[in-house]
């Protein structure tokens, strides 16, 4: 199993800018990708961000230009970061971190995912 741990939410004024951060760990043989989503009341979770191991990144229409997704992987370590910039009120939602990864050269890529955090964006 890949555990995903979640931090770095909170609340804070529009035009604000926070920072999320996700560490994975577990049995993982590789991770493929990495990406947060987020889920605002009485909608259906939606992708944000995602990053691939070279670092390729694509973002969501609603957050391009004002959100960064970086990972910092290594010997014994990955992790994903969100820098979330000039934050609105429609950013309000429960942040998740997924991962795609593998916990073994012959299993299939599996989604694991965090518990999620919140971010409040108030006006």
């Known amino acids: 199993q890949v555990q995903l741990v979640e931090s770095g939410g909170g609340l804070v004024q529009a035009g604000g800018s926070l920072r999320l951060s996700c560490a994975a760990s577990?049995?993982?043989?590789?991770?493929?990708?990495m990406a947060w989503y987020r889920q605002a009341p009485g909608k259906q979770r939606e992708l944000v961000a995602t990053?691939?191991?070279?670092?390729?990144?694509?973002?969501s229409e609603s957050v391009k230009g004002r959100f960064t997704i970086s990972r910092d992987y290594g010997k014994d370590k990955d992790m994903v970061s969100l820098q979330m910039s000039g934050l609105i009120p429609e950013d309000t939602a429960v942040y998740y971190c997924n991962a795609r990864a593998r916990t073994s050269w012959s299993s299939p890529n599996s989604d694991y995912w965090g518990q999620g955090t919140q971010v409040t964006v108030s006006s």
């Open positions: 990053i691939g191991g070279v670092g390729s990144a694509t973002y």
């Open positions: 577990g049995n993982i043989f590789r991770i493929n990708t």
